[in-house]
Every structure is written in C-alpha cells, then in structure tokens.
C-alpha cells in the first residue's frame, strides 16, 4: 500500500574557501551531491515518508575561482514524499504520475497490478 505524504523542495548553498583542500572542484561538486540527498532522506522520514518519486534536480550551479581557492553552489531538489509499506503476500503494485489536464498530480490512477 502506499499513502501520500506531499511535496519536498529543499534549497542549499554551499561556499568553501578551501578548494584545493578538499580535492579540487569535483570532491566539492561530490560533496554537495551527497549532502543533498542525506538531508532529503532525513527531511522525508521527518514528515513520515521513506521514498521519492518525481525526485528533480531543479537548479544546478556551480562557480569557482581557483587563484582565490574559492568554490560555490547552488542547488535545489524536489520530489513527492510517499510512505510505502510491503505486505507479504499482498499484491504486488507498480506506480507512475500521471498528471490531469490542468498538470495537477492524480496519484490514485497511476497505481496499478502489476503483471503476473
């Protein structure tokens, strides 16, 4: 079964002086990276959830300059939050949005059985 636990939108920004420490711009890209996404899972368990589905990288931007060994990020993500729970022996579901006329996310008729 699966119930609807809403919208997550999560912004960072990140800025580090010490780039050439950290391994040069892509151990910062890395970093902001996984940051990111450890802070959305904890954010989806805190409002009740334990998946993301429709999960978006919206806004992306990385600037750096090397002879000040400076490097910053801006980075948003989105998702909508479900709370998904297994029964043994139930019926197996498989799941995608499909959105109404107007974009507006209808849930209930993308879930389905899946084939036997």
Not at 17 to 35: A, D, K, P, Q, V
Not at 104 to 109: A, G, I, V
């Amino acid at each position: 079964t699966q119930s609807t636990g809403g919208r997550v939108n999560v912004h960072f920004i990140k800025e580090s002086f010490s780039i050439r420490e950290m391994g040069g711009m892509n151990s910062f890209t890395h970093s902001i990276l996984l940051e990111a996404n450890c802070i959305v899972r904890a954010h989806v368990q805190s409002i009740g959830g334990n998946a993301v589905v429709s999960y978006h990288l919206n806004e992306f931007v990385i600037k750096s300059n090397m002879q000040k060994n400076q490097g910053y990020c801006v980075l948003s993500v989105s998702g909508d939050v479900l709370l998904v729970k297994y029964k043994p022996g139930g019926q197996q579901l498989s799941g995608f949005i499909l959105r109404d006329r107007d974009g507006k996310r209808n849930l209930e008729s993308g879930w389905s059985e899946a084939p036997q």
